[in-house]
Structures are given as C-alpha cells and as structure tokens.
C-alpha cells in the first residue's frame, strides 16, 4: 500500500504565504513525477503544479512567479510554497504522485486526501 499525506494547509489574509507538505510511503520503490492539484467548489480539478524526478517543473499560468514545489527524494516527500497569496487560490489542495511499487513493474498515481487553502480578502 502507498499513502500520500498532506499538511500545511490553513487559513491567511491576502498577500500572505503557506508552505504545503505531502510525504509519500509505504511500499515505494521509485516516484516518477509529483505534484499538486487544486479544485474550488464549482470548479474541475486543476494542476497547480509538478516536478519530475530530475526536478524539472511545470507551473499553471496562474500561478507562475508566486509559488515553487520542490521535492525531497530522501524523505519522498513535495512541497508548495505559495506566496502571495490571493482569494482566487481557495481550493482544496491535493497530492499527486506516479509511484512504481515494490515488485510491481507498472507506474500508479495516488492522490492524496486533500488539504484546505483559504485566502480572506
């Protein structure tokens, strides 16, 4: 089993930050790309952002120059640093990975159970 925790979510002003953690484990034996997705009632489920396992990244437009993922391969773990922060960033803020399995060839995502982000204005 593999199981994606997320923590650092919250409530904060405008033009305020929060640092978003999400720790991969269990049985893991490589993660391909990890990354963050957010999704805001009414709304479909949008990439924030990603980073592979040679840390190339990919940011939505909208988000570009205010927040940077990062990863830890020691401890599998992603972060999102979101900066500047404005109400249009409220969502609920979920982990995404593609993991191979120990003694499974194939590649699964798992997500992870979702994280609340909510900007005041």
């Known amino acids: 089993q593999v199981q994606l925790v997320e923590s650092g979510g919250g409530l904060v002003q405008a033009g305020g930050s929060l640092r978003l953690s999400c720790a991969a484990s269990g049985s893991i034996f490589s993660i391909d790309v990890m990354g963050w997705y957010r999704q805001a009632p009414g709304n479909e489920r949008e990439l924030v952002a990603h980073i592979t396992s040679g840390d190339s990244t990919n940011y939505a437009d909208a988000v570009k120059g205010r927040f940077t993922i990062s990863r830890d391969n020691a401890k599998n773990t992603v972060y999102l640093q979101m900066n500047y922060l404005n109400p249009a960033d409220t969502a609920v803020y979920y982990c995404?990975?593609?993991?191979?399995?120990?003694?499974?060839?194939?590649?699964?995502?798992?997500w992870g159970q979702g994280t609340q982000v909510t900007v005041s204005s």
């Open positions: 995404h990975a593609i993991i191979v399995r120990v003694g499974a060839p194939n590649k699964y995502q798992y």
